[in-house]
T-cell receptor
Framework: EPEVTQTPSHQVTQMGQEVILRCVPI?????FYWYRQILGQKVEFLVS????????KSEIFDDQFSVERPDGSNFTLKIRSTKLEDSAMYFC?????????????FGDGTRLSIL | DAKTTQPNSMESNEEEPVHLPCNHS???????IHWYRQLPSQGPEYVIH???SNVNNRMASLAIAEDRKSSTLILHRATLRDAAVYYC????????????FGQGTTLQVKP
């Protein structure tokens, strides 16, 4: 069964450094998402992406964050200057469409630790 | 408002059925009800979704109340591997794809 893959599984970075989290969505999917989950808290939506554009972003997704689909397979989340509060699990998801009946498929996440 | 209400936790015995409830009293006629679960140290996993009729798939069944203000996820025979956090999520008719997760129900399965 096709799956969403994320790399690395764990990233440790010094505060203030840039970090790029990578995702390979399911190949025939057109919509891509990033979510994050701070330890012990809810899963929170960050951004949705379709047709090389951001469809929607949350308040968390400020100008320190960016997303890109650099080629036909990868989808990346960049944090320009990391803060301690960016420490969290980051999940990538993809779906065939964004209609209410179309499920999202998630990767197993990247644990980002900011020191 | 995409709010749903679920119990914080539930317990079940292995090989017994589990009924996980969800209230979504403000649901509109075109909103879908989705269930996802999150096993320890994994990402959320799609389980099932429905609109009005009851639904079955290989993982679970979804029973939707006639007035659509509540639904129940049914695991027919719980296994230890079903221990997870279960999320009931409304996907709005005007949805851009964003999923709004609540705290979910933490299901413990006892051997």
């Amino acid at each position: 069964e096709p799956e969403v893959t994320q790399t690395p599984s764990h990233q440790v970075t010094q505060m203030g450094q840039e970090v790029i989290l990578r995702c390979v969505p399911i190949s025939n999917h057109l919509y891509f998402y990033w979510y994050r989950q701070i330890l012990g808290q809810k899963v929170e939506f960050l951004v949705s992406f379709y047709n090389n554009e951001i469809s929607e972003k949350s308040e968390i997704f400020d100008d320190q964050f960016s997303v890109e689909r650099p080629d036909g397979s990868n989808f990346t989340l960049k944090i320009r200057s990391t803060k301690l509060e960016d420490s969290a699990m980051y999940f990538c998801a993809s779906s065939e469409g964004n209609r209410g009946y179309q499920p999202q498929h998630f990767g197993d996440g990247t644990r980002l630790s900011i020191l | 408002d995409a709010k749903t209400t679920q119990p914080n936790s539930m317990e079940s015995n292995e090989e017994e059925p589990v009924h996980l409830p969800c209230n979504h009293s403000t649901i509109s006629g075109t909103d879908y009800i989705h269930w996802y679960r999150q096993l320890p140290s994994q990402g959320p996993e799609y389980v099932i979704h429905g609109l009005t009729s009851n639904v079955n798939n290989r993982m679970a069944s979804l029973a939707i109340a006639e007035d659509r203000k509540s639904s129940t996820l049914i695991l027919h025979r719980a296994t230890l591997r079903d221990a997870a956090v279960y999320y009931c999520i409304r996907t709005l008719s005007s949805n851009t794809g964003k999923l709004i997760f609540g705290q979910g129900t933490t299901l413990q399965v006892k051997p």
